[in-house]
């Protein structure tokens, strides 16, 4: 079993920047992929990041691109998500996910294509 912690959330205003992190224990990341998601009150969940991991070519959603930088810390076993220029609708529950079998290299926005999740972390973004 895999368990991934995220960290990193926290209360900030438009134009701010915040790093999320995502550990894993159990094994290491290597070989398959980790995701970045975010839930809004009301809303469905979405993509935001991907990055395979072994050779870390990433991939982002639309309305993140230029703004979001996930990056991976192999020495750590991290997976981090940089976010800059914060804007109040970032706001939302920040999920890590994990894919053990390369399932989302191909398809990284759907979700069903991940093993294992965190618990999510809170990012509030005040105008």
């Known amino acids: 079993q895999v368990q991934l912690v995220e960290s990193g959330g926290g209360l900030v205003q438009a134009g701010d920047s915040l790093r999320l992190s995502c550990a894993a224990s159990g094994r290491t990341f290597s070989g398959g992929a980790v995701g970045w998601f975010r839930q809004a009150p009301g809303k469905e969940r979405e993509f935001v990041a991907h990055?395979?991991?072994?050779?870390?070519?990433?991939y982002y959603a639309d309305s993140v691109k230029g703004r979001f930088t996930i990056f991976r810390d192999i020495a750590r076993n991290l997976v981090n998500l940089q976010m800059n220029s914060l804007k109040p609708e970032d706001t939302a529950v920040y999920y890590c996910?994990?894919?053990?079998?390369?399932?989302?290299?191909?398809?990284?926005?759907?979700?069903?294509?991940?093993?294992?999740w965190g618990q999510g972390t809170q990012v509030t973004v005040s105008s």
């Open positions: 996910a994990a894919d053990i079998y390369r399932g989302s290299w191909s398809f990284p926005t759907n979700e069903k294509t991940y093993d294992y």
């Open positions: 990055i395979r991991w072994s050779v870390g070519s990433t």
